[in-house]
């Protein structure tokens, strides 16, 4: 135990320099989803990109943020990643580590967090061999969710004390109506936010929906005078919206109220269904007239 000590005082004070040294994990807020999968290396060493507060240099978030981890704030680690289903993770041990006699392991949270290696659970070591130079993670251990891995040697957790450990989100995206059709139908972005935990579409004004699929005719504020707008959605391709006029249009006298409805409006599109107090405007595809009650 004391020889244990010695040795991970002796690696911390001969690591502390890169530690305290090192730049912050670098990442962006929001990502953008690529529709080819990318290959990330991450290299399985001490000497580089170790964060040490899963806040601030590991996240760079405010603690007010919605990230929520157990409790424990100063957890030393290989920069957190996040990546997409698909993408393809590659561990390289070069620069070589003092021992190569090393492998690594899916745990728990806990089990990352403590560091703790269960060595009845061969089935959850991710390579065949000890680590040395470039493994391909197999995707069997990068399924959707976040999955934790940590360094394990016959010699106990030191490594893995270090820092030598691995948190990595993988997310899945929610961008496409079909397997074939365009990322949010061609009217927004699919993003994720650090925090969120799949990619989802942000749609461009008047687009919205899921998908961005709904042509939003209302946010174009088409109906003037207080009358109020129903975007109608009848076949694809197909939408509309309705003006129902304002209070002065249902007053008793029926002259009065057709004065009320104008109808010369109505750019680009048929008028339907015109009443007394309301009409309808349909066209097709995009619109970007104004109209008034
Ligand atoms: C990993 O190490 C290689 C060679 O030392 C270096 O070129 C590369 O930038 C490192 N990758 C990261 C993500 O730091
Ligand atoms: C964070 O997780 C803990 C335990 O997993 C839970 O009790 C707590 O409500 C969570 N906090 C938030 C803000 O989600
Ligand atoms: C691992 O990263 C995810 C975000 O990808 C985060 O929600 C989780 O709290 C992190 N776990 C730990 C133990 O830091
Ligand atoms: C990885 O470890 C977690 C936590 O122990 C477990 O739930 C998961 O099933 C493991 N993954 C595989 C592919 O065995
Ligand atoms: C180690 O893993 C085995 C098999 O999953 C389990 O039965 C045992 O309780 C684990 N031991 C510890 C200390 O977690
Ligand atoms: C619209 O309604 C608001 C209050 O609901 C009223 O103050 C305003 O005068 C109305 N505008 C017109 C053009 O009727
Ligand atoms: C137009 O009015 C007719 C009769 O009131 C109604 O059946 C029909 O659904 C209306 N069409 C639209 C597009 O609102
Ligand atoms: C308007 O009606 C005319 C004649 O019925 C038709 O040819 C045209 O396609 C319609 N336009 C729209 C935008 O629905």
Redesign the pocket.
Known sequence: MIIKSIILLTLVVFYSPFINGNPKCKRRLVEEWHPQPSSHVVNWTLTENICTDIYRDCWLLDVNTKMNTSGNRVVPQICPLQIQLGDILVISSEPSLPSPEINIMNVSEASFIDCLQNTTNEDQLLFGCKLKGMHTVNPKWLSVGTHYFITVMASGPLFCQLGLRLNVTVKQQFCQESPSSEFCSGHGKCLSEVWNKIYSCHCQPPFSGKYCQEFDACSYEQCKNNGSCIN?R?KWHKQ?Y?CICCPPCTGRDYSEIIGQCQLNICFHGNY??ITANSF?C?HEGHFSGKNIC
């Open positions: 109608k009848e509309g309705e339907s269904n309808l349909e």
